[in-house]
């Protein structure tokens, strides 16, 4: 799954190496850290997300629990901060592409 927050965005699947755990990866640096700040992220596998953690699905579920249930905004893009520019361009690009399909 893809998962877009304010100031993350992570792609979660099955570690294959542990059915009980889960992969998140990223692109950018600090983006599983803003989810899971006690991930043990390693860098630079050859892929194409540079950014990996492995992490218990128990853990990564009651995060995303957590992360829902602390939601105040009414609209996702406004929610990005200001000085992430970059990634409201990235998200906006997202929206639209998905907005097109409607």
């Given at each position: 799954?893809?998962?877009?927050?304010?100031?993350?965005?992570?792609?979660?699947?099955?570690?294959?190496?542990?059915?009980?755990?889960?992969?998140?990866r990223?692109r950018?640096?600090?983006?599983?850290?803003?989810?899971?700040?006690?991930?043990?992220?390693?860098?630079?596998?050859?892929?194409?997300?540079?950014?990996?953690?492995?992490?218990?699905?128990?853990?990564?579920?009651?995060?995303?629990?957590?992360?829902?249930?602390?939601?105040?905004?009414?609209?996702?893009?406004?929610s990005?901060?200001?000085?992430?520019?970059?990634?409201?361009?990235?998200?906006?690009?997202?929206?639209?592409?998905?907005?097109?399909?409607?």
């Amino acid at each position: 799954m893809w998962l877009f927050t304010s100031k993350s965005f992570v792609a979660i699947v099955v570690d294959l190496n542990d059915e009980s755990k889960r992969l998140v990866r990223a692109r950018f640096s600090g983006d599983i850290q803003e989810l899971f700040p006690n991930a043990e992220v390693r860098e630079g596998e050859g892929t194409d997300y540079k950014f990996r953690a492995s992490i218990p699905a128990e853990e990564v579920a009651e995060c995303l629990k957590e992360y829902v249930m602390a939601m105040k905004y009414g609209n996702f893009k406004d929610s990005v901060p200001d000085d992430q520019e970059q990634r409201k361009k990235a998200y906006f690009s997202v929206w639209s592409t998905m907005y097109s399909f409607q």
